[in-house]
């Protein structure tokens, strides 16, 4: 019984930031790998990030990079993804899910959440 929940969606204007939560119960948290990953209509499924459950290390698409950090709280069974200089192409339904490792394919996903950039 592995389940996320997500919180942190919403509007905001380009330039602006936002922080998705991603809570996770039913498991182990601090064992897994834990991404993120975003749809927008039209476009292919993107892995934003992720964020290693061994040394914390952490991998970021080059579209997001410089701009989104992935970080956890093993205490809190939460993974976060603060989005800042936020841009209408990321506008998409975020989704945070869990695996064995950043190399593996991630599953276990949350129920999604949507971000909108719009001026």
């Known amino acids: 019984q592995l389940q996320f929940v997500q919180s942190g969606g919403g509007v905001v204007q380009p330039g602006g930031s936002l922080r998705l939560s991603c809570k996770g119960s039913?498991?182990?948290?601090?064992?897994?790998?834990v991404g993120w990953l975003r749809q927008a209509p039209g476009k292919e499924r993107e892995k934003v990030s992720c964020?290693?459950?061994?040394?914390?290390?952490?991998t970021y698409a080059d579209s997001v990079k410089g701009r989104f950090t992935i970080t956890r709280d093993n205490a809190l069974k939460t993974a976060y993804l603060q989005m800042n200089n936020l841009r209408p192409e990321d506008t998409a339904i975020y989704y945070c899910?869990?695996?064995?490792?950043?190399?593996?394919?991630?599953?276990?996903w949350g129920q999604g959440t949507q971000v909108t950039v719009s001026g």
């Open positions: 899910a869990a695996a064995g490792s950043c190399q593996l394919p991630l599953g276990a």
């Open positions: 039913g498991f182990n948290f601090d064992y897994f790998a």
């Open positions: 964020i290693s459950s061994v040394d914390g290390s952490t």
